[in-house]
């Protein structure tokens, strides 16, 4: 018996250290049409989104800590006091033009999107696969003529690489494309929130290139004195591969440096071994497969947005709307299922590390959640806006859910399972 017991123990081991197999991945004959169909990649603070536009391979790029934090609701103004006294003289117009309206009114506070690189796909003819391998958080496109591009998201580092390999690679040089805040002739003020209104909103100046024979950097002024800046730069290696990367900095200037075909080797060796790592947390099998696939491409989306250090998860996490508008309900932190139960997964599943990313932002912004509580309530204690931005200021827009007395019970849980699983006194002090 102790034997048998032995041996269950040891495979027991040896499974929970599986990867998600081939039949995980997804897998398509073509590139996607739309920016929210798009192959997704990320590391909890930068994004990609990989489509087809206008004959073009679109690399949507985006950073989670880009945002316009100008102020449109003015919560100062009434509490909770004041607006259960509306309620009561039938007044509650007066609630919504106060509480409501200015959610749709401006178009601050918002996620920003970054800008966009792309390929021409004409010169690299027609896609016959374009994968997602979840083991390597790597999208790898195939092309009739045997040309390959791949492409990851460093799993740690600020990092977006692609390399190209196959016949003139000197002609397929990629190029940054900016966001259109001015001039946009698609222009629409009827749009709604969510939809996503126009960028031109904002009255940001468009931002300017530097355009060179083997790099590109975009600087773009947002609000106030805040900017951010794109850099793009490729290496020619040889007559059959080009490899190249983007990364976005903000508030600061960005620097080129050159990329050789040693580092990039490095680079991805140590991208491939974190999501070795990551994958090794935990694994599944049951006996419905598309299940089971749901499950690891689940986990892959976690292990793309959550990172410790990195923001919590917004509406659309590091994928921001590429459809020349503001990101629908602007991108925002909705602490209610979008933003919680995305982290559901990391508790039974053993990623404590990428769960910890929520419980640390909202620890980060707990002072101004005590006075939002204070102020709104007129109580101490600590609750949570429904909607909010990346430095914890209340958004408004439909108050009886932004500004809920319960957000603060959902936020606890995560408090809670976060202690329950690591058991770490540190944490719980």
């Known amino acids: 018996m102790k034997y048998l017991y032995l041996i269950l123990c040891c495979s027991f081991t040896l499974?929970?250290?599986?990867?998600?197999?081939?039949?995980?991945?997804?897998?398509?004959?073509?590139?996607?049409?739309?920016?929210?169909?798009?192959?997704?990649?990320?590391?909890?603070?930068?994004?990609?989104?990989?489509?087809?536009?206008?004959?073009?391979?679109?690399?949507?790029?985006?950073?989670?800590?880009?945002?316009?934090?100008?102020?449109?609701?003015?919560?100062?103004?009434?509490?909770?006091?004041?607006?259960?006294?509306?309620?009561?003289?039938?007044?509650?117009?007066?609630?919504?033009?106060?509480?409501?309206?200015?959610?749709?009114?401006?178009?601050?506070?918002?996620?920003?999107?970054?800008?966009?690189?792309?390929?021409?796909?004409?010169?690299?003819?027609t896609v016959v696969s374009n994968v997602l391998d979840l083991e390597q958080a790597t999208n790898i496109l195939r092309f009739k003529d045997g040309r390959i591009l791949k492409t990851f998201i460093h799993a740690y580092k600020p990092f977006g690489y692609f390399e190209i390999t196959g016949n003139n690679v000197s002609d397929l040089l990629p190029q940054l494309i900016p966001h259109q805040y001015e001039n946009n002739t698609n222009k629409d003020e009827n749009k709604s929130v969510v939809e996503g209104q126009d960028l031109a909103r904002l009255g940001y100046k468009q931002g300017n290139i530097i355009r060179t024979s083997n790099y590109e950097v975009l600087h773009q002024n947002t609000y106030d004195d805040h900017f951010f800046e794109v850099v793009l730069r490729w290496e020619k290696i040889s007559a059959k591969k080009l490899i190249g990367y983007w990364t976005i900095v903000n508030d600061q200037k960005a620097t080129p440096s050159a990329l050789s075909l040693k580092k990039y080797t490095e680079e991805k060796a140590s991208h491939l071994h974190w999501w070795s790592n990551y994958w090794s947390k935990s694994s599944i099998t049951i006996p419905d497969k598309n299940l089971e696939k749901q499950y690891y491409l689940d986990m892959y989306k976690l292990g793309a947005v959550a990172r410790e250090g990195a923001p919590a998860i917004?509406?659309?996490?590091?994928?921001?709307?590429?459809?020349?508008?503001?990101?629908?309900?602007?991108?925002?932190?909705?602490?209610?299922?979008?933003?919680?139960?995305?982290?559901?997964?990391?508790?039974?599943?053993?990623?404590?590390?990428?769960?910890?990313?929520?419980?640390?932002?909202?620890?980060?912004?707990?002072?101004?959640?005590?006075?939002?509580?204070?102020?709104?309530?007129?109580?101490?204690?600590?609750?949570?806006?429904?909607?909010?931005?990346?430095?914890g200021d209340p958004m408004g827009g439909w108050i009886q859910y932004s500004l809920s007395p319960t957000i603060g019970a959902w936020a606890a849980q995560h408090f809670y399972w976060q202690w329950k699983y690591s058991m770490d006194k540190t944490f719980l002090k």
């Open 15 to 125: 499974f929970s250290f599986g990867q998600p197999t081939p039949d995980n991945n997804l897998h398509f004959d073509q590139l996607a049409s739309r920016w929210d169909e798009a192959i997704p990649l990320g590391n909890g603070q930068l994004g990609a989104l990989i489509w087809k536009k206008d004959n073009t391979i679109r690399f949507s790029l985006d950073r989670a800590d880009l945002w316009d934090e100008r102020k449109a609701f003015a919560i100062e103004n009434h509490n909770f006091n004041w607006v259960q006294q509306q309620i009561k003289n039938n007044s509650y117009g007066s609630v919504q033009q106060w509480g409501d309206a200015p959610y749709d009114r401006s178009p601050y506070p918002t996620k920003l999107p970054a800008a966009s690189l792309f390929f021409d796909l004409a010169k690299f003819g």
């Open 314 to 391: 917004t509406l659309q996490a590091v994928w921001t709307a590429d459809n020349g508008g503001l990101p629908p309900w602007k991108g925002d932190f909705h602490n209610d299922l979008n933003t919680q139960l995305s982290y559901w997964p990391a508790y039974s599943g053993n990623r404590l590390a990428e769960a910890k990313s929520y419980t640390d932002w909202l620890w980060k912004i707990r002072k101004k959640n005590k006075n939002f509580t204070k102020q709104y309530f007129g109580v101490d204690g600590l609750n949570v806006p429904g909607v909010l931005t990346l430095n």
